[in-house]
Every structure is written in structure tokens, then in C-alpha cells.
């Protein structure tokens, strides 16, 4: 079974989050961020990687804390449900429309965290939620889950198709990057005999 349970808690957060990687796409997601929920509820469905994510931060301050730790708990859940890695089919990458905006996305589940991310949005808020808080969220979650990850929105009006279409990106590349590869079943897929550095 490919699943993790991370519960993560600081002064600022306390998260709890479970993923299936061998999932349907059911999605149980609390942050106390409507925006967010959205983000992460089209993330698992996209994916197909059950996620529960329950967060209770200091939403009084900022977004930025909750945001950023709900990205460091599910990268680290999709980690340790990785495992040894193997099997996985290791890299994926898909162009997302999402009306006139387009978003390509590109994974490489390397143990190498490393995140390039190129998306500019016309406005600061969607909601109540700083669209700059769209990138701390990528960064904590490449570098948790320990993936090479390269976001660029080429063109695109709306800030919520921006944000939309970089979290159904990432949703698609995961599921076709965590996806057991039948032809190299069992191999760990790195001439190196190992992934993660
Ligand atoms: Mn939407």
C-alpha cells in the first residue's frame, strides 16, 4: 500500500494529512482557506491520490503559514509513500489549458527537490487568498517531496486560471510520474540503482 500519514505540529500550524497514492481522487481537505480547498481539492482529483488534509494555522495573522505547511506535509506524505521508488515511472510533464490561460508542468521524482517556477498573476488576491502564496506552496512542496519540478505559465489573463492551471498541472504530471511503469515493474528507475540524490 503506497500511503502516508504526516501530523505536523509547530506554534504557528497543526496539519494532519494522509495520501493514497493508489487512490480514486477523494478528497477530505480543511485548511480554513476556501481558495486553498479548492487548489487542493482539484489537485486530488486530478491526481487520482486520495488526500485528506486537515489544518488549523494562524489564519488570524496571514495565509502564508498554513499554506506553506499544508505544501511541506503533503510533500512529505507523497515521499514516504513513494518508498524506495520503485517501479514508478519516474517523469511526466503535460501542457494545462484552462480557458485562456496555459500552464506547463514538468516533474521528475529525482530525490533531487528543486523547483523553477515562472507564473506572474495580474492580481494579488483571488479571494482572500495572496496569489503570491501560490509559489511558497509549490516551493514547500518540491522540496518535501523531494521532486524536480519546472511550472511556467507560457500566457494567461485570469489569476485564478493561473493559479487553477498550475495545480491541475502538477496533479496530472504527479499521476502519470507516481504511476507503476508494468514494463520496469520493481526496478528503481535510475541508472544509479537509486533515487534521492
Ligand atoms: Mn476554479
Not at 484552462?98 to 492580481?123: N, Q
Not at 495545480?167 to 507503476?180: E, M, Y
Request: proline share 3%; aromatic share 6%; glycine share 10%.
Amino acid at each position: 500500500m503506497r500511503t502516508a500519514t504526516i501530523k505536523r505540529k509547530t506554534k504557528e500550524t497543526a496539519i494532519e494529512v494522509t495520501v493514497d497514492l493508489d487512490g480514486t481522487g477523494v478528497s477530505n481537505i480543511a485548511t480554513g482557506i476556501g481558495f486553498f480547498d479548492h487548489m487542493l481539492d482539484l489537485l486530488a482529483r486530478h491526481s487520482r491520490i486520495d488526500m485528506t488534509v486537515k489544518a488549523v494555522g494562524d489564519l488570524h495573522i496571514d495565509y502564508h503559514h498554513t499554506t506553506e505547511d499544508v505544501g511541506i506535509a503533503l510533500g512529505q506524505a507523497v515521499k514516504q509513500a513513494l518508498g524506495n521508488m520503485a517501479g514508478i515511472t519516474r517523469y511526466a510533464g503535460i501542457h494545462l489549458p484552462m480557458d485562456e490561460t496555459l500552464t506547463r508542468v514538468v516533474i521528475d521524482i529525482s530525490g533531487r527537490p528543486t523547483l523553477v517556477f515562472k507564473a506572474e498573476f495580474p492580481r494579488d488576491k483571488i479571494g482572500e487568498f495572496d496569489t503570491e502564496l501560490v509559489r511558497e506552496w509549490f516551493n514547500a512542496f518540491a522540496m518535501n517531496a523531494g521532486v524536480t519540478l519546472h511550472v511556467e505559465t507560457l500566457y494567461g489573463e485570469n489569476s485564478h486560471h493561473i493559479a487553477e492551471s498550475c495545480f491541475k498541472g502538477l496533479a496530472r504530471v504527479l499521476r502519470a510520474a507516481v504511476a507503476i511503469d508494468p514494463a520496469a515493474a520493481g526496478e528503481v528507475p535510475s541508472t544509479k540503482g537509486q533515487l534521492g540524490g
